[in-house]
């Protein structure tokens, strides 16, 4: 999903501890499949199909929000600016509806800080007043739900990108994701055709790599190798590269 961008602020990566009622089963595996094939066309689809229905259901909706949430992060990562928009303005009115029907708040203020997130990498110039705002709703999350792992993420990724002036700790920041990944792993089962689960060791594949532990990314990459061999990201892409990169 980030490709060749770096872009760890999707992470992104979704991310939000939703367990898929039985009725979005069949769109959770359409994403899973359109991810690790990287056809982001099948992807499109599954969420436009969605977003025509407007979900009644809370759980349904915040799945939708979950695959917005990733498909906007690819479009910016691929400078998608005006599409990134639209699905931008469509995600954060699904957000206010899941809001006005009380839905979990934490999950609510995780989003949130990811969308503000998205805002400062479509206009840098706004990175004063988004940023502020997205760490405010990134901390009020965790406050109310400490085992939220996306929250987590969304602080791993504030952390890991705010300049070291400013009280930015890469090293910090990959922390996070790890903790993080230690709450995704906790419900086995859920990690099955979880695109999320992929995105997060991508994300700490990618932030291995950007800090020179080489050989932490390629232990990273070579697990997601076993968990999807077909994901094509990771085994034509990443990996190629980083193994490239070692031998220089």
Known sequence: MERKKNILILGLFLLTGIVAPAGVAAEKQE???A???NRMEL??????????QKPAD?????????YQYGYIGYCIGFKLRDEAKKYLALAEKNIDILESRNHDKSEVNAYRCAFYGFRIGLNKLSAPVNGLKSIDHAKKAIELDPDNYFAWIQYGNIQFYMP???G???????????????????DRAGLKDNWNYLSLLVIIGQSYTYTGELESARAIYE???RIEP???????????????????
Request: proline residues 1%; positive net charge; without cysteine.
């Open 31 to 33: 994403i899973y499949r």
């Open 35 to 37: 991810y690790v094939s």
């Open 43 to 52: 992807w499109k689809k599954v969420i436009d199909a969605m977003e025509a």
């Open 58 to 66: 809370n759980d349904k909706l915040a799945e939708l929000v979950n």
């Open 164 to 166: 070291s002036t400013f």
């Open 168 to 186: 930015g700790s890469k090293q910090e920041g990959i922390g996070y994701f790890l903790k993080a990944r230690k709450m995704i792993e906790k």
């Open 223 to 225: 697990e997601i190798m």
């Open 230 to 248: 077909g994901f094509l990201y990771v085994r034509d892409e990443l990996l190629p590269e980083l193994l490239n990169k070692m031998k220089n």
